[in-house]
């Protein structure tokens, strides 16, 4: 009887970030109560039955450490001000954790946590890298969504551009970006549709 072996863990990579200040949901989304959990507890357990902790970067505001630690202590938490645009926080985690394999982005705040959506765009890659695609998007209805799946090739160059002006979807009209049709509603939801459904 051969013994079985363990369940590896993919290698991708995954930045999510948390740190913002939720103004309009009344306090920080990281910490908004879902399913009996906060929404970031949410999102850290599901991406650990997938990814090691040491490919999830999380940005979060300066004073969580103690609170995101009791989390998962291996899981890569980036303090960044709450006030800077998505972009920064992007690239402050990409500075941090340099892309070495595809990675997944997307907001805490987004319920994307359906593991056959994971698996549909990672089983894209080997495909995108064969045409030369720098990110992959899930879609559904022509219209894409979250996470965004972003070749390793793109952190050299997003860590050049300007956080104050520049915006990731805008940027990805200029690249080589691909689709995958995804029947998952999920990837256009955020807290306020989840707040109206819930």
Same mark, same amino acid.
């Given at each position: 009887?051969?013994?079985?072996?363990?369940?590896?863990?993919?290698?991708?990579?995954?930045?999510?970030?948390?740190?913002?200040?939720?103004?309009?949901?009344?306090?920080?989304?990281?910490?908004?109560?879902? #399913?009996?959990?906060?929404? $970031? =507890? *949410?999102?850290?357990?599901?991406?650990? +039955?997938?990814?090691?902790?040491?490919?999830?970067?999380?940005?979060?505001?300066?004073?969580?450490?103690?609170?995101?630690?009791?989390?998962?202590?291996?899981?890569?938490?980036?303090?960044?001000?709450?006030?800077?645009?998505?972009?920064?926080?992007?690239?402050?985690?990409?500075?941090?954790?340099?892309?070495?394999?595809?990675?997944?982005?997307?907001?805490?705040?987004?319920?994307?946590?359906?593991? #056959?959506?994971?698996?549909? $765009? =990672? *089983?894209?890659?080997?495909?995108?890298? +064969?045409?030369?695609?720098?990110?992959?998007?899930?879609?559904?209805?022509?219209?894409?969504?979250?996470?965004?799946?972003?070749?390793?090739?793109?952190?050299?160059?997003?860590?050049?551009?300007?956080?104050?002006?520049?915006?990731?979807?805008?940027?990805?009209?200029?690249?080589?970006?691909?689709?995958?049709?995804?029947?998952?509603?999920?990837?256009?939801?955020?807290?306020?549709?989840?707040?109206?459904?819930?």
């Amino acid at each position: 009887m051969t013994e079985k072996k363990p369940l590896l863990k993919s290698d991708l990579q995954v930045y999510l970030l948390a740190g913002g200040h939720g103004k309009r949901a009344g306090g920080p989304k990281a910490w908004l109560p879902v #399913e009996g959990v906060t929404l $970031l =507890e *949410k999102q850290i357990a599901f991406l650990l +039955k997938r990814y090691a902790p040491e490919n999830i970067a999380v940005t979060i505001q300066d004073g969580w450490q103690k609170r995101c630690l009791k989390i998962d202590p291996k899981v890569v938490w980036v303090p960044e001000d709450p006030r800077d645009p998505p972009m920064a926080a992007l690239i402050t985690l990409i500075k941090k954790q340099p892309i070495r394999h595809w990675a997944f982005f997307y907001h805490v705040d987004m319920p994307v946590w359906e593991p #056959e959506l994971f698996e549909m $765009l =990672e *089983k894209a890659v080997p495909a995108a890298e +064969k045409e030369g695609l720098e990110a992959i998007a899930p879609s559904q209805g022509g219209r894409k969504g979250h996470p965004v799946l972003l070749a390793p090739q793109v952190g050299s160059v997003l860590v050049t551009l300007d956080p104050a002006k520049d915006r990731l979807d805008e940027w990805l009209r200029t690249r080589r970006e691909g689709t995958i049709e995804v029947p998952f509603s999920c990837i256009h939801d955020n807290w306020n549709t989840m707040r109206q459904v819930g």
